[in-house]
């Protein structure tokens, strides 16, 4: 088992990407501290851990907090006393449907070549209460969990950081700007804190998936997704168990001269 003797924390554990991978470590031979805003979905992700025989912790909080995220880091050492992987997978995305359906209208204005589009009037709409809670789950979050593992990590001189970033932060996307920019701002934590860690045997790495198959798509308009399919190479949305694959990569010791990059499981939805 690759990970036999580690102990992990998945944040936004509770379902999809986060789930799989938590699930994943866990029959790697890792112990795996679940947290997830609701408590819910994350003692059910640890029941599932417990059922592979793994140790477990259930760390509910919201890690836009740094309150919160202290105080799950206190619980979290008080019974491990160590930390050796974290991946920090906790985020949101905004689904507005009248959003969507102007991006459907737009696609399909420049197929059939039918002149200027009319405006899509999508980033002047965002609020600021929906620019700052994408922010901050995603990139605040990131840096709050990063900052306090840091603490034990460079202590132990050992230690992998796993983001969660996506194609967006690596492209932009068209109606997704406050997700982009949070996405964005994750690669380049990423590749500031790999140089700086690094010195003390912590390695950080990003992950950036491509459209993945999850809960939190739930709500898209089909058609919509019919069209990011399309865009693919693969011809379809990815898999949470896809995602959780690399993951475990960047966790284990076989990413030993993998520092400071961004893995990209897309489909070939960008190259």
Not at 50 to 77: C, K, Y
Not at 198 to 220: K, S
Not at 230 to 253: K, N, W, Y
Request: net charge neutral.
């Amino acid at each position: 088992m690759k990970l036999a003797q580690r102990t992990a924390l998945v944040t936004g554990a509770g379902s999809g990407i986060g789930r799989a991978i938590a699930l994943c470590f866990a029959r790697e031979g890792a112990a795996v501290a679940v947290n997830d805003i609701r408590r819910d979905r994350a003692e059910a992700v640890a029941q599932e851990i417990r059922a592979l025989g793994r140790e477990t912790l259930t760390l509910p909080a919201d890690v836009s907090d740094s309150v919160e995220v202290r105080a799950i880091f206190e619980q979290l050492t008080a019974q491990w006393q160590r930390l050796d992987i974290l991946v920090n997978n906790a985020g949101i995305v905004e689904l507005e449907p009248s959003r969507q359906q102007r991006l459907i209208q737009a696609h399909m204005e420049r197929l059939a070549g039918s002149g200027a589009p009319a405006p899509l009037a999508i980033s002047q709409s965002i609020t600021d209460m929906e620019w700052r809670r994408t922010l901050a789950v995603h990139l605040d979050g990131t840096f709050y969990c990063t900052r306090e593992a840091l603490k034990l990590m460079e202590a132990q001189r050992y230690g992998k950081i796993i983001n969660m970033a996506s194609v967006a932060g690596l492209t932009g996307l068209a109606g997704a700007a406050a997700y982009s920019a949070a996405k964005a701002g994750i690669i380049g934590l990423t590749k500031a804190i790999a140089r700086e860690a690094i010195h003390c045997g912590v390695y950080v790495n990003a992950i950036a998936p491509g459209f993945i198959d999850t809960p939190m798509l739930a709500e898209m308009d089909a058609e919509m997704k019919r069209l990011i399919a399309l865009q693919a190479p693969i011809g379809r949305f990815g898999t949470p168990e896809e995602v959780a694959a690399v993951a475990l990569h960047l966790a284990s010791d076989d990413s030993s001269y993998t520092v400071g990059q961004v893995l990209s499981p897309n489909g070939g939805f960008y190259m």
